[in-house]
């Protein structure tokens, strides 16, 4: 792609365009407008616009109205609308059950008081004998396996909390505020039930400062919507008594396990048996992605899109855990998109028609996995093959220090120039990332070969937390990018040639990674395999959206659309088995894998490589 000379982007298109480079009267009115965008979308009385809730609807219609009254054209599937269902969350139903079974008779424990399923546990019912194996843990690393030479199949498994003692001895004082990716609920739950067990009972155990019978909130736990297995949390004091009837005692167990770092797993007694039944309903509701169109001279098509949903009153994803049940205001993430999005309609709006369109759309779900983006770009409400880049907002609010971070400039060529020309008269430092992948909704378009580029502002420590409010953003800031987005937009859109896509190199220290499992060859999930997830659930298995060009996966034959739906003989039924698959393997092991092409069944091999 040929993109014009500095000095014809600063004199020609800007005068042309009145978007001053240096505050004004303009850039104070345009902020203004911008902040109070904010301060709607990301009020109180908008209980952080959680997925499902009347309130993510008000912010739809707010947005739309705004659409209408700049005279766009509507471009979803009802007006200005698109729906689609999603699963929200899960709630418990009123079929739960528990009931423990001995020599002396039966006793009925009560769901909430005594018991509490998990919110990621399958439903259904179960019975039979039951067993501890400690932790539920196996860490190669550690040289510790709770299930060594210990069959639990078709058995009940009782596991402790957290991991063991020993685990954080082997740490750096630092590292020792947080435990290992085995201390997590879903890996446990993996763990058994690739081990053939028919539930698992999570207990506390003994804690530094007591709560050993303290439960789990429901819904609070990070995981898939289904694990695959039925899990349950029971009180410490309860188990404490089961196990005193085999002649054992939780506390003593727990200690010794802790000071040996030893597994000490054993089966309970013979005449003691559990009867559970997990009800666990999905809930599904119905979102909407928000779209208008502003049409050029040609069908062809920019996208300048951002995602407008937040965390509601906190869930698994909120990292202020102690505050879930508060409304996380989500001004950044990402009211300022949204905000972004609507002031340049409003700029855009009254100026010329250019040589192609822009379609501004705004999207749910994309807390939830990156949901409405993917279902825009699977069911497009303009033809995706007219789109010739994406431009996504997320989280541009709280600039700091003149820094900003722009994503995808390798998806193209010559994005990488256009940027550099477009903050040529800014303050801001660039911080420049190749890839088109993150988590942020750009990464639909990336799967699709559509160029993206991608704008941030940066981390900071009100991300996913109640205290991520409209007083902390920098709006002047934030419509100077707006004012280079605006740059970029209008080069792409006037542009003779379209923008070539092409597979960026990959990068690393992305930062805007997002803490969600992706086994995609991103920090922290163990070797490199190098393919990107859908982030959508499909039943029973993985699909990849795309593979990276050079990487294992490619080498073994992988394809994009393949579903993973095996690794070395274990199931995958989701993402985070995939992703607690790759932790638990080394660099330069041989992994089989199984895979679903359209309906056809591939058995190939993928060597683990060094991340890059």
């Known amino acids: 792609m040929r993109f014009p000379t500095h000095a014809r982007l600063a004199a020609g298109l800007l005068l042309s365009l009145g978007f001053a480079v240096h505050a004004s009267a303009a850039d104070a009115a345009s902020a203004a407008r911008y902040l109070e965008d904010v301060k709607v979308l990301a009020a109180t009385d908008m209980k952080g616009r959680g997925a499902g809730t009347p309130e993510l609807d008000r912010a739809a219609d707010y947005i739309a109205a705004e659409f209408e009254r700049l005279g766009l054209k509507p471009a979803g599937e009802h007006g200005y609308f698109q729906p689609f269902q999603v699963t929200t969350g899960a709630e418990m139903g009123p079929h739960n ?70 685990f954080q ?33 999570l207990v506390n155990g003994k804690r530094p400062n007591g ?13 898939p919507d289904n694990a695959g297995i039925p899990m349950i ?18 506390k003593l167990l727990q200690r010794d396990i802790d000071g040996k770092g030893e597994p000490l797993s054993l089966a309970l007694a013979d005449n003691f048996k559990l009867h559970l039944k997990v009800d666990v309903e999905r809930k599904q509701a119905t979102v909407k992605n928000v779209a208008a169109y502003l049409p050029g001279k040609t069908d062809e098509y920019v996208v300048l899109g951002a995602h407008y949903d937040h965390l509601g009153l906190g869930d698994e994803s909120s990292l202020a855990p102690d505050k879930i049940g508060e409304v996380h205001h989500g001004a950044d993430d990402n009211a300022s998109g949204t905000a972004g999005v609507l002031e340049l309609a409003r700029r855009f709006s009254g100026q010329e028609r250019g040589e192609r369109g ?90 699709k070969r559509i160029p993206v580029l991608f704008f941030f502002s940066g981390l900071h420590g009100d991300y996913h937390k109640p205290s991520d409010t409209w007083d902390k953003i ?52 163990g070797p490199y395999f190098g393919s990107i997830p859908d ?12 593979i990276r060009p050079g990487s294992p996966a490619e080498k073994g034959g992988i394809q994009a659309g393949d579903i993973l739906t095996g690794w070395n003989g274990k199931p995958i039924q989701n993402l985070y088995d995939f992703t607690y698959a790759l932790r638990d ?17 591939v058995e190939t091999k993928v060597t683990l490589e060094q991340r890059r």
């Open 169 to 201: 001895k082997e740490k750096t004082e630092q590292a020792r505020r947080q435990y290992t990716h085995h201390a997590n609920l879903i890996a446990k739950a993996i763990n058994a039930r690739n081990r053939g067990a028919k539930a698992v009972i």
């Open 211 to 223: 709560g050993e019978d303290e439960l789990i909130q429901f819904g609070s736990t990070a995981g």
């Open 97 to 166: 059950s528990l009931t423990a079974e001995n020599l002396n008779g039966e006793k009925k424990l009560t769901p909430g008081k005594d018991w509490v399923p998990i919110n990621f546990s399958s439903s259904g019912e179960v019975e039979g004998e039951v067993v501890f194996a400690g932790y539920g843990i196996s860490a190669k690393e550690m040289d510790y396996d709770d299930y060594f030479h210990f069959d639990v199949a078709d058995k009940i498994v009782i596991v402790l909390r957290y991991e063991p003692a020993t």
């Open 535 to 546: 982030f959508a659930e499909v039943p029973n298995g993985v699909r990849f959206a795309d």
């Open 585 to 601: 393997s080394k660099v330069g092991d041989v992994v089989a894998v199984t895979l679903l092409r359209g309906s056809e069944t």
């Open 474 to 525: 920098n709006a002047p800031q934030a419509v100077e990018l707006l004012d280079m987005i605006a740059r970029i937009a209008v080069e792409i859109r006037d542009e003779g040639d379209r923008p070539q896509f092409s597979k960026a190199a990959e990068d690393s220290g992305n930062p805007h990674g997002g803490s969600a499992p992706s086994g995609s060859g991103g920090g922290g999930y």
């Open 233 to 250: 949390q029971v009180k410490s004091s309860i188990v404490e008594g089961w196990l005193r009837r085999s002649g054992k005692s939780l």
């Open 358 to 447: 822009l379609l501004f759309l705004t999207f749910a779900g994309e807390e939830i996995g990156l949901l409405g983006s993917q279902h825009w770009v699977e069911n497009p409400t303009k033809p995706l093959d007219k789109a010739v880049a994406m431009l996504n907002m997320d989280m541009i609010g709280r600039i700091a220090k003149d820094k900003v971070y722009v994503g995808g400039v390798g998806t193209a060529e010559g994005f990488d120039a256009l940027v550099k020309q477009a903050a040529a008269d800014t303050e801001f430092q660039v911080d420049f990332s190749n890839s088109g992948y993150s988590a942020s909704d750009h990464t639909s378009f990336t799967a």
